[in-house]
């Protein structure tokens, strides 16, 4: 078991989003004009991240975006600090984790995430099946979601392949939600989706949501599986099932936070080809499984 604080969300704070929109209301600039004064001071940012940061569709989050929302308290005449103190520097981006972030950065701007920050991860199931061929067939996923304010609708899935020349799997939304966009990237390995909610959440409301991922022959070869946490979760089960022809000679569990070393303790198969671990207020960071065959 590895524990980490439990995540709260201050709803008293105004949103990065909201005091963006605000500054920007009164300046009365528009986000071209914006876009060419932080030019003229040699910053280089898109149109598209600024508007999906005054929408609160993607929020800053490495140092180079710090810098720019720095630039963007001057011209805006807002107070220094007024915009960078309603982002967390704890709080890692959508890519974080991953081998390359900014791929991740890059197919996630094609889905609204703008809920994700209000969506405290209260517990989450994750049920990995590998077949005979030693290929990952399915993973199923169970989350126990609650709002903490009032709208969020979705919930995004990001998913990553190691072997880029397979195809990608295909989502199955199996209770309480429906697919709404999904972005591939198979040069990246990538595929992104969002599972929409089959009703809007309300302040304190829970959901609970479970899909499928399922692979596509021929299956890309088994080594590992973890799960990657932006935010903390209060409970985390992972289970990896083997194909009785397939059991792995050794296997260990593996658990990253930010900022701390990997750590690492060997795991026994059972006599039901399965192995299974539970973290309690875990995260951020990745959790997961490795294994070979002797």
Known sequence: MFSEPDFAYDST?????????????????????????????????????????????????????LAVVRHLEDILD????????????HRPA?????PRETPVEDAVSGVDIGWDDRLTRLSQHDRVVVGGDR?????????????EADGPDRWIVINHIDEH????????????????????RPESGLLVA????????????????????????PHPLATNYERKFRLPVREYVLEVCFD???????????????????????????????????????????FGFRWDWD
């Open 244 to 286: 009785p022809a397939a059991a792995p000679g050794r296997c260990e569990q593996f658990a990253r936070t930010a900022g701390n070393a990997e750590r690492v303790r060997p795991m026994a198969v059972d006599d039901r080809h399965t192995v299974h671990s539970v973290a309690l207020d875990f995260g951020p960071g990745c």
């Open 165 to 184: 020349d397979r195809a990608l799997p295909t989502i199955r939304p199996l209770r309480n939600c429906h697919l709404g966009r999904t972005i591939s």
């Open 135 to 147: 290929g990952e067939r399915t993973s199923t996923s169970r989350q126990v979601l609650r709002a």
């Open 78 to 89: 807002v107070p220094r600090g007024a915009l960078t103190a309603l982002i967390d520097p």
């Open 94 to 98: 959508m890519g974080a984790f991953w």
């Open 194 to 217: 969002e599972l929409v909610f089959d009703t809007v959440l309300r302040r304190g409301e829970t959901i609970v949501l479970e899909h499928e991922l399922v692979s596509r022959p």
């Open 13 to 65: 704070m105004p949103s990065f989003a909201a005091a963006l929109r605000s500054a920007i209301d009164a300046k009365g600039l528009g986000l071209v004009r914006i876009q060419d004064r932080l030019n003229r001071r040699g910053v280089s940012v898109s149109l598209a991240t600024l508007s999906y940061w005054q929408t609160g569709r993607s929020r800053p989050a490495r140092q180079s975006s």
